[in-house]
Structure formats: C-alpha cells, structure tokens
T-cell receptor
Framework: GAVVSQHPSWVICKSGTSVKIECRSL??????MFWYRQFPKQSLMLMAT?????????EQGVEKDKFLINHASLTLSTLTVTSAHPEDSSFYIC??????????????FGPGTRLTVL | TQLLEQSPQFLSIQEGENLTVYCNSS?????LQWYRQEPGEGPVLLVT?????EVKKLKRLTFQFGDARKDSSLHITAAQPGDTGLYLC??????????FGQGTELSVKP
C-alpha cells in the first residue's frame, strides 16, 4: 500500500521560533499533498494544498506567511510554522494523493506531527 | 459552515451491540470516504464509495452511499473493543480536496 511518513512525530519549541515538518510519500510519487490541522477531539481541517513545483493554495483563514509550504519534489512537501505561538500547538497531518488502481483519487495520510509551543 | 454533518459525535456502547454512524450533506460529492483514526496517529482509509446507492462491506462494517450521493452511513455489527476510535467521513471536492465531517468518537466497552 501507499505509505506516507512525517518527521518529526512530535516537537516542542519556544514561542517565537520556527518549526519545519516534513511529509514524504515513500513508495509513490505525489504531485499533490495536503496539510491538515487537528485540535483535540476535533476533526481534520484542511489548511492548504501543496502542488509540486508551484505555489501552495491556502484555505480561507490560513495565513500563508505563517505557514510556509514547499513542495520541492514529487515525494516531499514541507510545512514551516514561522514565529510559532502557543495557539499554533496542534496535531499537523499531511496526506499525499495517489491515483489508485480503481481509477479515482485516494489520499493517504501521514502519522501526524504533534507540535507544542511553550 | 460544516459541509458534512456527522452524527452522533460521541457513542459509547457495549461489546456485541450494533451501531450506525451517519454523514449528511446538502452538497453532492463525486465520492465519499470513511476513515478510522486512533489517538496520536493519522487517519486510515477504510473504504471509498463512488456510485449512488452503492453498498460496500468490510467484515463487520457496512458502508452505504446515498442514491443522490449526498449522504452515507457506516454500520458496525457486533462491535468489539478493537473498533474503538474516531471515525471520520470525508467527501471529495474539486481539486482533490477532502472535506471532513466532525467525526464520531466510538467507545466499545468489553
């Protein structure tokens, strides 16, 4: 099956610092990756769509200057949380889109990254 | 505005009971997916339904897509403690975006 990894799995940082999270598709190429944020006991909220070789598309209400996305290759997308603050503490999850054998798009999710900003 | 309304949001049952989770929308989706998520992990895809009226079975789980492709249900027969987790429905929108429901936190007690 399609495997997506994230690194790190958890990170604790001081307020004001920047944190980079990596998302990799291990056994397939993903032209599109998605970044989600999930607060405790809540569902996933789409933050942005990351397309290889082009600028990311952000959902309404998501600050593009705060959440920098780089999709440099077909297997890697990165999310950098700049000048992190405690309210940015959350579970960040990426997914990679793979055209499944059934012919329709399927997204495979990474294991998530727990960010805690002190 | 929540495009996908999922209910119930919390469900606590005894082992052996049956349950149904509903996912409703006023929008039409080209496909709808069901995921299961455990704490501290990413969602894992259970099934994708594409055709209106489609029914798919995965062991004790039965998934149904409404005729109009606006709603779906997940039915679990004879629930087991291992079924405990967060169940999420997600509809596929233009551009490959997935729109998630609020999720159903299921607890199955032995």
């Amino acid at each position: 099956g399609a495997v997506v990894s994230q690194h790190p799995s958890w990170v604790i940082c001081k307020s004001g610092t920047s944190v980079k999270i990596e998302c990799r598709s291990l056994d397939f190429q993903a032209t599109t990756m998605f970044w989600y944020r999930q607060f405790p006991k809540q569902s996933l909220m789409l933050m942005a769509t990351s397309n290889e070789g082009s600028k990311a598309t952000y959902e309404q209400g998501v600050e593009k200057d705060k959440f920098l996305i780089n999709h440099a290759s077909l297997t890697l997308s990165t999310l950098t949380v700049t000048s992190a603050h405690p309210e940015d503490s959350s579970f960040y999850i990426c997914s990679a889109r793979n055209l499944g054998t059934s012919g329709y798009n399927e997204q495979f999710f990474g294991p998530g990254t727990r960010l805690t900003v002190l | 505005t929540q495009l996908l309304e999922q209910s119930p949001q919390f469900l606590s049952i005894q082992e052996g009971e049956n349950l149904t989770v509903y996912c409703n929308s006023s929008s039409v989706f080209s496909s709808l997916q069901w995921y299961r998520q455990e704490p501290g992990e990413g969602p894992v895809l259970l099934v994708t339904v594409v055709t209106g009226g489609e029914v798919k079975k995965l062991k004790r789980l039965t998934f149904q897509f409404g005729d109009a492709r606006k709603d779906s249900s997940l039915h679990i027969t004879a629930a087991q403690p291992g079924d405990t987790g967060l169940y999420l429905c997600a509809g596929l929108r233009q551009g490959g975006k997935l729109i998630f429901g609020q999720g159903t936190e299921l607890s199955v007690k032995p």
